[in-house]
């Protein structure tokens, strides 16, 4: 978050505690819908409600809503009476309202579908049927299209009469008279050509393009290898459908990188859910897998060294690869989260508190929970009290302590404005690795010095 | 790699196979200069040479060269006569020619930029003055600024007149007398203004701005969040210094995501060099740590456990957590090297089994060397030449399946379009773990059977 960002919303939330809502509303008013929309997404379900009222004429409260994320916008558009949400929806670009219709529960939706005008009801009903993962599914129907028999004028005259301010106007479109793609123009091209002439004459006919079916990820690619703005799409019949533009490219690039860092770090959800529950759920089934993992070996090694019948201190030493393995799963998962904060620019020092306050509590609960399994499985193995202990405290303290600086090491190397290197993740691992390997063996060493020698 | 760019690749290797020099000209002079770098890409110094030279006219070259990466830019040049260095890179945006100085050696660097006419020469130094990783590093200084007192009329005369073509021209900044900026303005808005009105009563005043030392990171989260196109860049004096757009902003999310991908994964570099010893070096330090950390588990075992009085088979246990550790690790690095590689859009068949041969040859040589190491570490430790053997043998088998499974497990979801899971990483190491458990205690067990019970 930016510190322009940073500043509206804590003097927002200032004037909401004296109850100033005249002079929220004024600065509300003033400030860039994108950063109304970063406030809103900061306060409570209450206070958002209110503070929504305030965001000035319909126009402006369709562009807030077009930047909250789908389940907040759902939220707003709940408690306001039916009039009002077909104003504000009837504002919004298609894509994003059928992007909003496809997350809306079914009777809420079929009723803001039919209050739509009858043009854009086909057009949103068009965008339903494509995947969000194609270009279809991200395009923009509002397209700024010209037939290529005008004239420069002509077509200078015809965006000045255009009413729609949504319109995508980087570039015009050319289409023939069976709307197909013909050619492409850029706004500065069309202004420096002689007004007299054909718009054959100045465009470039070989328009780059996209299917409705082509792949979210090869849109981003192309887009990117050629430096567009946008890139136009067509449809089955090879007519113009809708334009994808750059902002939307850089939306797929984020998600791209989120779903790497996701299966690398071995957490099932890290955007958007920052949050105590949604934290431990994500990280759950990962453990699962890790801990079945270490039980195998546990079993392996049972059998095939026959532990059963081995002094105590010695069969437990079975359990060292799942202790090994939680450690390692533990070091990914918070750096993973920790580098998906920085990335997703929530890094500062209100939040970095927070966010350590619920990394410890959820790695409390997360510990706790491997070591009540741990214990189990040791004491089901063995029946010794004090090896259950010892396995269940290191579980513990291996799993909050790793968690810690897991999250610690990235925030600190961000702050330093340092990228994490690659020796960042590795150091982590060999330290946990080797802590819970002495704490383990130390701990065997002390109880059952005895049987030693 | 689209499919564009593919085809195109393709039927130039088969053209330059047959030496079909005037073919492979009409083929480069029609396709977009963007194709043309990736095709240079492709082959190998001297036909990239060849073909650089079938380009078209300098205006081409130059673009083409701005899309090549650094080091074949300067490759490029470098056999070049100094003349047509002078025209090209004159051709180039200054900011593409400061980063293309900066990674030249000294004595070609120094002749381009006194070829240079003196008011570019005056902006690359400036450029070169700021970090890469700032506002300043990345913005182009060619900005289309007015003054605010003209007329929408002179506006638009203005522009038309301006001779350069590499503007930016997406935005209009408008600047004071004394060259700050005062307000910003649209080009579809300039043309949707009546002829006669003054452009500060049309203009936006509240004008979104960073400053030259603002970092490229906080850039990029300002673009993302508010859909700009570009985003101008004030230096110390609060003047107009230049501005950042989109593409370039692309990048800098790419390389954040790069350098996410890095530090999980545990691999040095995955950029740009997919190569045998590049990809060899670039997991050598992780590799060295884990290695290190296990051998410091050994230790703690050995003198904690007197593994030296134990019988073999038992103190040979020792070495487990250094093996598991570096399954571990062969697990992460190939998996983020193959969705790095899926990143840059590297995906297609030829690659894909070039790519699989790179790997079994870089998992042979790291399983072989890990296997000296831990071969020689447990020959000092108990001078037993089974036990070694078995450590090296399995070092090498764990290595190079690991590896392949780790490459091919996100290759193979990549091509059944599917996104790889939290689930997927945590199977492999599941996997790789238990296998590696079972591979080393089966083996003790089978060798040194009879110590046992």
């Given at each position: 978050m930016d510190s322009r960002t940073r500043v509206l919303i804590s003097s927002v939330r200032k004037l909401m505690r004296r109850g100033a809502f005249k002079n929220i509303e004024k600065i509300v008013c003033r400030a860039h819908t994108a950063d109304v929309a970063s406030l809103l997404e900061s306060l409570d379900s209450e206070e958002r409600q209110q503070t929504f009222k305030?965001?000035?004429?319909?126009?402006?409260?369709?562009?807030?809503?077009?930047?909250?994320?789908?389940?907040?916008?759902?939220?707003?558009?709940?408690?306001?009476?039916?009039?009002?949400?077909?104003?504000?929806v009837a504002g919004m670009d298609t894509d994003d309202v059928a992007d909003l219709i496809g997350s809306l529960p079914e009777e809420l939706s079929q009723s803001i579908l039919k209050s739509l005008v009858k043009e854009d009801q086909e057009e949103v009903a068009d965008l339903l049927r494509y995947s969000q993962d194609s270009a279809g599914g991200i395009m923009n129907t509002e397209v700024l299209a010209l037939r290529d028999d005008?004239?420069?004028?002509?077509?200078?005259?015809?965006?000045?009469?255009?009413?729609?301010?949504?319109?995508?106007?980087?570039?015009?479109?050319?289409?023939?008279?069976?709307?197909?793609?013909?050619?492409?123009?850029s706004l500065k091209e069309l202004l420096l050509s002689r007004p007299n002439r054909k718009l054959t004459e100045v465009m470039s006919p070989d328009v780059i393009r996209v299917r409705v079916d082509t792949p979210a990820k090869e849109v981003a690619q192309i887009v990117e290898k050629y430096d567009f703005l946008s890139v136009p799409v067509i449809d089955e019949n090879n007519e113009l459908a809708g334009v994808i533009t750059v902002d939307d490219v850089i939306d797929i690039i984020r998600e791209e990188a989120q779903d790497d860092l996701r299966a690398l770090g071995q957490v099932a959800s890290i955007e958007d859910d920052f949050s105590f529950w949604g934290q431990l759920a994500s990280r759950l089934p990962s453990q699962s897998l890790i801990f079945v993992g270490g039980m195998l070996s546990?079993?392996?090694?049972?059998?095939?060294?026959?532990?059963?019948?081995?002094?105590?201190?010695?069969?437990?030493?079975?359990?060292?690869?799942?202790?090994?393995?939680?450690?390692?799963?533990?070091?990914?998962?918070?750096a993973a989260v920790a580098l998906s904060m920085i990335r997703e620019g929530e890094l500062h020092r209100r939040v970095i508190s927070e966010h350590l306050l619920t990394e410890t509590g959820i790695s409390s609960l997360n510990g706790l929970t491997l070591a009540l399994l741990l214990g189990g499985a040791s004491w089901l193995a063995f029946g010794d009290l004090q090896v259950s202990q010892i396995l269940a405290g290191i579980a513990i303290v291996q799993t909050i302590?790793?968690?810690?600086?897991?999250?610690?090491?990235?925030?600190?190397?961000a702050t330093l404005k340092v990228n994490p290197r690659v020796g960042t993740i590795s150091l982590l691992s060999v330290v946990s690795g080797v802590t819970s390997v002495t704490l383990f063996i130390g701990a065997i060493r002390l109880y059952y010095g005895v049987a030693f020698v």
């Open positions: 305030l965001v000035g004429p319909a126009e402006r409260r369709s562009e807030v809503l077009s930047y909250l994320p789908e389940d907040l916008q759902e939220e707003v558009l709940r408690t306001l009476p039916k009039e009002e949400i077909q104003t504000l005008l004239s420069v004028s002509d077509a200078i005259q015809s965006i000045q009469n255009h009413e729609s301010d949504s319109l995508v106007a980087h570039y015009i479109y050319l289409i023939n008279k069976n709307s197909n793609l013909v050619g492409v123009l546990f079993l392996v090694a049972y059998w095939l060294l026959s532990l059963m019948d081995r002094p105590l201190w010695l069969a437990s030493l079975g359990f060292l690869p799942a202790l090994l393995g939680l450690a390692q799963l533990t070091a990914s998962q918070s302590t790793i968690a810690l600086i897991g999250n610690l090491l990235p925030i600190l190397l």
